[in-house]
């Protein structure tokens, strides 16, 4: 082998490493520094009856894993290594994914009627929902399917009593292999569990 040979091969295995390294840094971002959030709600929330049954609801603040409470976007490669978490390189959300949630939900819940109140304005009488998310990921079956997933547990309290608790599961196709793609699988996920809820609460029985 000369010496020509000897430096074209080096070029070539430099160049297909800086290759994957691309890949794995930002290959799934569509741009530099790009922040996402759920964006306008596209439709209200039918009107479910939830008004009716829970005039008025106070919404604790979304909890969930620690992953949740940061801006950063992560992502599954389910057919690789569904165990590892991996960050967007270039790419976050505008606030954390349990702040998100917080605002979306009590945006949705509010459209069916609902007096939605924080936690500070709580006053004897009035039902509490907790919300706590286990999944809230963009996750990929392969290198071109992808969906968007969200699990939460949502708990209705009346005062020191459990009335009911369900766990509420959405997944959306995304439309893009890469971040704003996820975003907007997650973002039609939230809108999803949130009609859920909604129907939930309409048939919700609180004690007198």
Request: proline residues 4%; hydrophobic residues 45%; charged residues 15%.
């Amino acid at each position: 082998m000369n010496q020509t040979t000897t430096r074209l091969m080096m070029a070539a295995l430099v160049a297909g490493a800086a290759l994957l390294a691309g890949c794995a840094s930002g290959g799934k971002s569509p741009a530099n520094n790009a922040l996402y959030d759920f964006g306008p709600a596209a439709n209200p929330v039918a009107a479910s009856g939830a008004a009716q049954t829970v005039p008025a609801v106070v919404v604790t603040d979304v909890t969930g894993n620690p992953a949740f409470d940061t801006e950063r976007m992560f992502y599954r490669l389910n057919y690789a290594d569904a165990l590892q978490a991996r960050p967007y390189a270039n790419s976050r959300w505008s606030a954390t994914p349990l702040q998100l949630l917080t605002q979306r939900f009590k945006s949705r819940l509010a459209q069916t009627g609902m007096k939605v109140l924080s936690a500070t304005d709580a006053s004897a009488g009035i039902p509490l929902l907790r919300i706590d998310v286990d999944d809230f990921t963009h996750s990929f079956d392969s290198t071109t399917a992808s969906y968007g997933q969200l699990v939460l547990r949502a708990s209705l309290f009346q005062g020191h009593t459990l009335v009911d608790q369900r766990t509420f599961s959405r997944r959306v196709s995304a439309s893009s292999a890469d971040a704003g793609g996820g975003a907007r699988a997650l973002a039609q996920a939230t809108d999803a569990v949130a009609a859920d809820m909604a129907a939930w609460l309409a048939s919700a029985r609180l004690p007198k």
